[in-house]
C-alpha cells in the first residue's frame, strides 16, 4: 500500500512538472516573439515631435548637451524619455510595446513607462555585479551557502560531548539568534573598522568609485553570513538528531569512526530534512538582505527608494513587490522540485 501511493505520489509529481513546464515553455515563447517586435531606440525617437527632434540634431557635436535622453529596454516593453533645459524647456516620453510606439505624457501610457523605467533601474540594467536585483540575489545566494557551511560545524560543536567546544557554539547561537539582524550589520559595518581602525573600502582599489560599494558588500556578507549560520545550525541539528539513534548503535557496533556514521549514514539520511527549513531560510535571507539600504548598499530596496526620492514618485514600490515576489517564487519553485525528488527516497 505504501509502495502504490510513493507511485501515485511520483506520477502526480511529474504531472503537475509537465504542466509547469508547458506554461514556461508558452511564456518564453510569449517573450521571445514580443522581443522581436520590440520597437528599438531608432523607432521610438522617430516618433518624438518634430521640435524635439530639432533640439536633439542641434545638440549633435557639442560636449554640453541641452537634452537628456533615457532610453530603458526590458527584451519585451522599451522605454524613452527626452528632456531639455532652457528657455526651449520641454519633455517626452515614449512606451515601445508588440512592436507600436504610444507617447508616455499621461494615462496609462505614463504609467506602464513609469513601471518599464524604474523597474529597468532596480534590475541594475546595464551596471555591473552590484547593482538592483543582482546584488540582492547574489547576496543571499552567497550567505546561505556561507550560513550552512558554518552552521554545520556549528550544529556538531553544539552536539559534541566536549563542554567546551559545546558551550562556546551554544553561545554563538544564542547570541546570533538573540540580538536583531541590523544592529548586527551596524557593528560589522561600523563598529569593527572603528576599534581595529581600518575602513572596508580600504580592501579595494580606493581609487574606483565602487570601492565603497565593494566594502559595504564584503561587510554585508559577513554579517549576514554570521547571522544565517546561526539559524542553520539549529536547522543541521534538528535535522541530525531526528534520525533514530539506532542507526549510530548499529554502526558503531559495526566498527564505524564517528566521522564515518555521520557521513555515510547519518548526513545522507537527514538532508531531505534539512531542505523545506533551509529553502525556508533562504526566502528569509532574501528578504532581510533589504536591510542594507541603511548602509546605502545599492539593492533593489535602496534603488526603489533612491528613484522616489529623485522622481518623486511612491509608484516605484509597486515593481520591487513585484520584484521581490518574482524572485521569491523562483527560487520557491526550485525548492519544491529539491523537496520533492529527494522525499521521494526518503
Known sequence: MEVLKRIIDIRHWQHRTKIVVGVIFCVLAAAGILAILNPDRQALMKELSPEMQQLIAKDEGRSRKRVTVTYN????????SCSSSGAEEMSERLVGFAGAVYHADSGVAKLVGQMA??????????????HGAKLTIFLTVLTVIFGVILGM????GKMSKRRIINRLSSAYIFFFRGTPLLIQLFVVYFTI????????????????TEAVYQGAFVASLIAFSLNSAAYCAEIIRAALQSIDKGQSEAAKALGMSYAQTMGKIIIPQSIS??????????????KDVSLVFAISLMDITTVSKNIMTSEGSYLVFI????????????????????????????
Open 319 to 346: 515593481p520591487a513587490l513585484v520584484i521581490y515576489l518574482i524572485i521569491t517564487a523562483f527560487f520557491t519553485c526550485i525548492y519544491n522540485a529539491l523537496e520533492k525528488k529527494f522525499s521521494v527516497y526518503e
Open 117 to 130: 523605467n524604474y523597474t529597468y533601474r532596480m534590475l541594475g540594467c546595464g551596471e555591473n555585479i552590484l
Open 73 to 80: 529596454n526590458l527584451a519585451v516593453i522599451s522605454y524613452c
Open 273 to 286: 530534512r534539512m531542505i523545506p527549513p533551509i529553502c525556508n531560510e533562504f526566502i528569509m535571507v532574501l
Open 193 to 208: 573598522p572603528g576599534v581595529f581602525g581600518f575602513a572596508w573600502r580600504n580592501l579595494f582599489d580606493t581609487s574606483s
Open 153 to 156: 560545524f556549528l550544529a556538531l
